[in-house]
């Protein structure tokens, strides 16, 4: 069996109405369009991704988790959900009221009831978040200059569908479920990923299916909003598919996105992202060097004594630092390779972004070649 919901049960919160009546009812009340992030998180609130959380987080509840790591309720939970909002919006709101929902296009999607608003106290958010209030760190300069002053609060639902940048294989949390089930998975490992497929991350879940009991992988794609510089969502998912048809077993791999913001907050991200894959059933969650992690801001194995702290009730299965080991003739690590550094080819993002741009070979050591031909077609590159 999959695992169980993060605190027991999925709170999901979708209410499909047709547009008339969506219309009536927010006829005469405030509506608003949010900020990207908030946009994001309103959806997975709603469709259980986010559970045990069924809205965004009140003043107190924002406190807890950035002092305590906890909800309310004593669960741990490492990144604060926030509705920021600005000092006009802030004026209108009223507690108690239901305010609506508008997507980029302008109509309305859902609804928030409200049941507080507050200042928003940014250094302390930065600090306990991300550890810095440096505006080189994405996150914190989307704070300080894309996020309102203020915030609201309460409980979140949703009216429609609404087309994100991975539709084709956006997830919600039953469907995968589902799928699991269909497919016999009982125990399931789910990878997190933000950038097309190297040799590295090919050994990480390749390896990870080998651990016993383990019945399939859940390639789970972060495609909504990544930081300046990133790959676009369709090149992350276009990679990705030639990746699995040509390297791994179609009955043991499931591909699915994720449209949420990234953060990049290092270990704390990384708990926060295992406990949405439990959400969707995973049971085990791999956990490489630097995960979530973005410039020098966190040490490279943070997240790995962060899962030693908090149990959140899936297994992590940690891996060291990968490489091409010229002398091994292959993929390996620093916990077993015993060469020295002179033989070791690091794989790194950076530099193959900076290949593809000046459109230099990728050594199939470091890439497959039909992801990077993929990539080559160009716009990959946001």
């Given at each position: 069996?999959?695992?169980?919901?993060?605190?027991?049960?999925?709170?999901?919160?979708?209410?499909?109405?047709?547009?008339?009546?969506?219309?009536?009812?927010?006829?005469?009340?405030?509506?608003?369009?949010?900020?990207?992030?908030?946009?994001?998180?309103?959806?997975?609130?709603?469709?259980?991704?986010?559970?045990?959380?069924?809205?965004?987080?009140?003043?107190e509840e924002v406190e807890s988790v950035i002092k305590k790591e906890r909800l309310l309720s004593d669960l741990p939970w490492t990144i604060p959900i926030i509705f920021a909002v600005d000092e006009k919006v802030y004026a209108k709101v009223k507690e108690g009221e239901e305010i609506f929902l508008k997507d980029p296009n302008g109509e309305i999607y859902g609804s928030i009831n409200v049941d507080g608003k507050f200042h928003l106290r940014k250094k302390e958010i930065a600090i306990g978040v991300y550890g810095t209030h440096d505006p080189k760190h994405p996150n914190v300069e989307d704070l300080f200059n894309n996020y309102g002053d203020f915030a609201i609060s309460g409980k979140v639902r949703i009216f429609r569908e609404v087309p994100l940048p991975g539709n084709r294989y956006e997830l919600h949390p039953e469907q995968a479920r589902d799928r699991f089930k269909k497919m016999g998975w009982k125990n399931v490992v789910a990878y997190q990923a933000r950038n097309p497929p190297h040799v590295a991350h090919e050994y990480l879940q390749k390896v990870s299916l080998e651990f016993p009991g383990i019945d399939g992988l859940l390639i789970h794609l972060v495609v909504g909003r990544l930081k300046k510089g990133d790959y676009s969502a369709d090149a992350i998912l276009n990679s990705y598919e030639a990746f699995i048809d040509n390297y791994h077993k179609k009955e043991k791999t499931?591909?699915?996105?994720?449209?949420?913001?990234?953060?990049?907050?290092?270990?704390?991200?990384?708990?926060?992202?295992?406990?949405?894959?439990?959400?969707?059933?995973?049971?085990?969650?791999?956990?490489?060097?630097?995960?979530?992690?973005?410039?020098?801001?966190?040490?490279p194995y943070a997240a790995h004594k962060k899962f030693d702290e908090m149990d959140i009730g899936i297994i992590p299965l940690k891996f060291r630092d990968t490489f091409y080991c010229r002398k091994c003739r292959g993929i390996t690590s620093d916990n077993v390779c015993p060469h020295s550094p002179e033989y070791r080819m690091i794989i790194s993002q950076t530099r193959i972004r900076e290949m593809l741009k000046?459109?230099?070979?990728?050594?199939?050591?470091?890439?497959?070649?039909?992801?990077?031909?993929?990539?080559?077609k160009g716009g990959s590159i946001d």
């Open positions: 069996m999959v695992n169980s919901p993060y605190g027991g049960k999925l709170k999901i919160s979708v209410e499909l109405k047709d547009r008339e009546k969506i219309d009536d009812h927010a006829r005469g009340a405030l509506s608003i369009t949010p900020f990207t992030d908030f946009f994001y998180d309103s959806l997975k609130i709603s469709d259980g991704s986010y559970s045990p959380i069924e809205g965004f987080m009140s003043e499931m591909l699915g996105s994720l449209s949420i913001t990234m953060r990049y907050a290092g270990p704390k991200a990384a708990i926060f992202l295992a406990i949405v894959r439990r959400n969707f059933g995973a049971t085990h969650y791999i956990v490489g060097r630097d995960q979530a992690g973005v410039g020098n801001f966190y040490d000046q459109g230099e070979d990728i050594p199939e050591e470091i890439m497959r070649p039909e992801v990077t031909a993929v990539l080559r």
